[in-house]
């Protein structure tokens, strides 16, 4: 049976994902990886960690150092002696563009080294993604890429691609997901419960609603505000 | 004028890309960056450095921590609590492919980030090179993943992919490379002077030897036993 690598960031999505893999490549045969990349908020890494714990699934986590210094201004920079070009003088912008082929470009070593050859990544061109590195034609062209670049036929599975968040929490209830989403972290602010405020958080709710299912990460803090009143 | 980014590695091969670009773009045009990625000889990074203050051009220096964490076997593993995937018992390939890939796909971020469409790889598939990360199919298909995930006219300038080492010498010759090329490095063993053993010393003798010319590296070090015996 081919095995399968999740890269799990630790929101609902990729949580999703995880969850889809299993029903699809079979337990015993499944693993995930998160990248700590200098995440705002480290509850993600602790989310990850705390849905594959709950999957029973193999996690990993692998560092990159990179995009924080080239998001921020702390580059290190080496200049000659004359500092000729006209660039150099301009501040940089600080968005970093094709995070998530770096992302599954790592990922692809990681599998290439555990025979893996399947990738999956809960990227979605609906709903709020405009990235243009979450499309579907790049990553059609990423996978031929990864082929060519190191001679394995890896394929990357998008499976909530063309899904609005309503279809994704449905899948995810029907995969029997939904222990894990309790655990899963949206929040922009990074606020445990959710701020239910940010653009992040209220696009998970508008999911949940239209697809008429409770969000157990809200419950589980309704549960636990309820037992400890302040 | 179009600007253009050097992948600078500290060796010859990137170092004749960067004269080849300063006669291409124009010198006020060009940058260079070199990655530290754990790189088994610092003194490629000084080389690096110091070939960039020689062609007096913008030079900043990118950190991964990556590789080193995937080429070995410190890789932080969180494993769950039941530990159910087959691959996790075996110890994993410490070969990590498609280096290349993400050298090229951090450029192209950072290229982003300061409005450079130019970025030029010193990458051949003659001679010695067996990497498929480093074939001209690969980097076409890398050059079309980048302009759909960052949505950018990026262009990949591979000047040497289809050179004899000998070429790239002569070629270096004629753009006036030959004072930052006393100041590259090749040796595999990371030796000053060069060890000239190894298979990449061995390999650089021959270049130089097939276009007739003095490999001004070897000459430094002659100069300097010369001048400084024991």
């Not at 990864?146 to 063309?162: A, D, K, Q």
């Amino acid at each position: 049976m081919s095995k399968a690598l999740v890269v799990l960031s630790g929101g609902q999505d990729s949580t999703t994902c995880l969850y889809w893999a299993i029903k699809e490549f079979g337990h015993e045969n499944v693993s995930s990886l998160t990248f700590d990349y200098g995440q705002r908020h480290r509850v993600e890494i602790t989310a990850a960690k705390k849905v594959a714990e709950i999957a029973a699934i193999g996690h990993a986590i692998l560092p990159i150092d990179t995009f924080k210094v080239l998001g921020g201004n702390a580059l290190v920079d080496d200049r000659p002696v004359v500092d000729s070009s006209e660039q150099d003088t301009q501040l940089p912008n600080t968005f970093v563009p094709g995070r998530n082929l770096v992302f599954l470009t790592f990922a692809a070593a990681y599998a290439y080294q555990r025979n893996i050859e399947h990738l999956i990544t809960g990227v979605a061109q609906t709903d709020y993604s405009g990235y243009p590195d979450c499309r579907e034609n790049t990553l059609s062209s990423l996978e031929q890429t990864l082929r060519l670049g190191m001679e394995y036929t890896v394929t990357i599975h998008t499976p909530l691609m063309n899904l609005s968040k309503a279809d994704t929490v449905t899948m995810a209830n029907k995969l029997g997901a939904m222990d894990a989403m309790a655990y899963t972290h949206t929040c922009y602010n990074g606020a445990q419960p959710p701020c239910g405020h940010c653009q992040a958080c209220q696009l998970r709710a508008k999911g949940f609603a239209e697809a008429q299912c409770a969000d157990p990460l809200v419950e589980r803090f309704a549960f636990f505000s309820h037992n400890h009143p302040e």
